[in-house]
């Protein structure tokens, strides 16, 4: 099975490819396209998080739930949207946090964060496709078998990683992770219906660059452009 993945992932990741549940996950989404259901995102953009954070390069991982449902906005990345498309209500208040946390930020007229992604932030949904206006139409088909595989690798391979962890569906997954080894930021969901509830005045985003630079790491620019 011929998998397109940034080379320093498919090291880590290919025998996972070779899965029982993966050839059936794959067959899935061929019955789901070929029932003439739209499927975000695109093929190309499935998985874009790891190319555009290559295994090498990681230093945060923000987890997520699954893709956007709506047309154009979802592109492979955990919180972000397209340009051109309105941020939505959990980005929104992202951005807010983000005001408060870091000093100078301003909330950009896009919610593409593919500038993260491109300073080792890994944006990981736990599920990687939706069938279009449909939310979590693709969980517990296989894709978060492969997703607890990827944060599995990370935690047993690397070293320092900041997790990023939003709401009880990101927190269930810190079991996975070495707290000896790596740095867990939990707090409330971003989502409308919890960020008054512990995700304001969170300051995850500072908190990561203290991290980052008492391990000798590069902060991120959290500025979007």
């Known amino acids: 099975m011929s998998i397109d993945l940034e080379p320093s992932w498919l090291k880590v990741l290919e025998t996972e490819f070779e899965q029982d549940y993966m050839l059936k996950l794959k067959k899935y989404l061929k019955e789901e396209k070929d029932a003439g259901h739209t499927i975000y995102p695109k093929g190309k953009d499935i998985f874009n998080a ?3 954070t290559p295994f090498t390069d990681l230093k945060v991982v923000i987890l997520g739930q699954d893709p956007y449902h709506g047309a154009n906005q979802a592109h492979g990345l955990s919180f972000s949207v397209q340009k051109g ?15 408060t946390d870091i000093p100078g930020f301003k909330i950009p007229n896009h919610g593409d964060l593919t500038e993260w992604a491109e300073q080792g932030v890994l944006l990981l ?17 296989g ?31 810190a079991g996975l992770i070495d707290d000896k080894k790596h740095f867990i930021i ?7 219906f919890s960020a008054y509830n ?4 969170s300051h995850p985003f500072s908190k990561t660059n203290e991290i980052l ?6 902060p991120i620019n959290w500025q979007i452009h």
């Open 143 to 173: 894709w978060e078998n492969f997703t607890d595989k990827v944060i599995s690798e990370i935690s047993k391979d690397k070293e320092g990683i900041v997790f990023i962890l939003w709401g009880k569906f990101a927190q269930a997954k």
């Open 213 to 218: 630079r008492k391990e000798g790491k590069k």
């Open 85 to 99: 498309i309105a941020p939505p209500p959990s980005l929104q208040n992202i951005y807010k946090e983000l005001q």
């Open 186 to 192: 939990k707090s409330a969901h971003p989502s409308p």
């Open 125 to 141: 949904n736990a599920t990687l496709t939706v069938r279009a206006s449909t939310a979590g139409s693709h969980q517990k088909f």
């Open 50 to 52: 790891f190319w555009k």
């Open 198 to 201: 512990g995700f304001f005045g």
